[in-house]
């Protein structure tokens, strides 16, 4: 299996301004986003179209949100604390996620492989707005980033999630569970609350940004199956 | 784009900006010892100094790591941090808050660096204007001729040396600082600059600075109720041990 190249009619954008100096026409890879809560089945799914892509002869990398050199290790022990502004912690997480860009995504687009992204700009996006941010400010903001050859946005119902994070970990992680908007004091509650009101959030961007939303409430094998299918599609430019 | 004054705050934010070498970091101390003099609730803060984003700047800016996006995103962080967790409470609390750079050095620096203009000035849009922002203008020269002075090592980032104007960190300093002052000056009347000649003398130019505060914002608001607690006694001097007997006497 080859990969086609991105054909001519199907250009490559950034969504606002852009990174300065980037040649959009030399980025040849596939950026491909899975989203999805905690839960939903994100990293082994990741997992698995790595070894299938790199299995059919595709150079892979991947990145997800707090990986970058940067600013990873001081975002985590400001959150730690939990005594970041919601202003300041956006920003950390566009900074994170800047770097990561330039220095991961946009080389290896270049070099024409396929980038994995374990989450994007639209869950930080969807973090913030559920915290009240201003939807035009993170739009100008995340306008730094290139539109995905796909987004597949893994949808599972919070009363799944709770079910899958508690067998996994046996607690609820705390910002997962929005426990910083004090929505309830129960963590069960707040996770639940938190979780559909992102939900909600993901089914407005999804007008705007056109994911693919897969249903995974379904077993881990038929959504492999179903992203197999889709990616194999656009790698085949049909 | 509404001052603190306009937003109702019983606040105000005095703001310098300049050149590196234009002496503005100087005349913002003298001016806060007069105010705190004056027994006036003030509070400093300086560009790029929050505890919590400090690590990843000097990190970034040690081994070169920073891009123009990601250099303008951590000062943005640095400055969100600052102003959410000290400048608004501060202001709520009717200080004087005195800025040695506010936003529009990221408007400058950055927009040099290459990034859009509208794309930085989006992202600091959360940030009020200064009641007052007094621009320190030096020529060219006498700017850099302060800080080269000394043949000081010129730091990567600082020299602008990121931007590959010239292999002689000098000589790309000078370069990246007449950019700089061209984009300051072209936002100037925009954003109501008070331009300061900063070629006058540093006396005579805090004298001018008072005289600016003390017209354009009633001081007499920003005063402590209570006042601050005494330092301990300093420890008598034979002099006072001496006047203590006489008065004794």
């Not at chain 2, 070169?64 to 967790?85: K, M, Q, V």
Request: with cysteine; aromatic share 10%; proline share 5%.
């Amino acid at each position: 299996m080859n990969t086609n190249p991105k054909p001519a009619d199907q250009c490559r954008r950034f969504y606002g301004h852009g990174i300065p100096g980037i040649q959009l026409e030399q980025l040849t890879g596939r950026l491909i986003v899975v989203e999805g809560a905690d839960g939903s089945g994100r990293s082994t799914q990741i997992a698995r179209l790595v070894d299938w892509l790199e299995t059919g002869g595709h150079p892979t990398v991947q990145v997800g949100l707090k990986r970058s050199t940067l600013v990873s290790s001081e975002l985590e022990k400001a959150q730690e604390g939990n005594i970041l502004s919601r202003t300041t912690l956006s920003l950390f997480y566009a900074t994170d996620f800047a770097d990561q860009l330039e220095n991961i995504i946009l080389p290896a687009l270049k070099a024409g492989f396929i980038v994995l992204a374990d989450r994007y700009i639209y869950t930080l996006m969807a973090r913030d707005m559920v915290r009240g941010m201003d939807e035009t400010w993170l739009k100008n903001l995340y306008g730094i980033a290139p539109e995905p050859d796909a987004v597949f946005y893994l949808s599972v119902e919070p009363e799944e999630l709770v079910q899958r994070n508690l067998a996994k970990n046996a607690t609820l992680d705390f910002w997962e569970s929005g426990m910083d908007l004090g929505l309830s004091r129960d963590m069960f509650d707040s996770f639940i609350k938190y979780q559909t009101a992102i939900q909600a959030v993901f089914r407005r961007l999804q007008t705007t940004y056109a994911f693919n939303i897969v249903d995974a409430n379904r077993s881990m094998d038929s959504v492999t199956k179903e992203l197999r299918k889709k990616i194999g599609a656009l790698l085949n430019g049909d | 784009m509404k001052t603190f004054a306009e937003l109702n705050f019983p606040g105000r934010l005095i703001a310098v900006e300049g050149l590196d070498g234009s002496g503005k970091s100087t005349q913002i101390y003298l001016l806060k010892r007069w105010l705190e003099a004056e027994g006036i609730k003030v509070y400093f803060s300086e560009w790029n100094s929050s505890e919590l984003v400090k690590s990843a700047t000097s990190k970034g800016k040690k081994r070169e790591l920073l891009t123009p996006t990601t250099f303008s995103l951590i000062h943005a962080t640095d400055f969100g941090d600052r102003y959410e967790r000290h400048l608004l409470p501060l202001l709520r609390a009717g200080y004087m808050v005195l800025c040695d750079r506010y936003i529009f050095t990221a408007f400058a620096r950055d927009v040099v660096r290459g990034c859009p203009p509208e794309w930085v000035r989006g992202i600091y849009n959360f940030a009020a204007q200064p009641d007052l922002t007094i621009f320190f203008k030096a020529d060219l020269e006498v700017s850099l001729n302060r800080i080269l002075e000394g043949r000081p090592k010129l730091k990567f980032f600082e020299a602008g040396m990121d931007l590959e104007l010239s292999n002689d960190p000098y000589e790309s300093f000078r370069i990246f600082q007449g950019r700089i002052l061209e984009q300051y000056m072209a936002m100037s009347g925009e954003f109501n600059f008070i331009v300061m000649d900063a070629n006058l003398h540093v006396e005579k130019q805090q004298v001018a600075v008072r005289k600016l505060v003390g017209e354009r914002i009633d001081l007499k608001q920003f005063k402590r109720r209570s006042p601050l607690p005494l330092p301990p006694p300093a420890p008598p001097d034979e002099k006072s041990i001496e006047m203590e007997e006489d008065s004794a006497a």
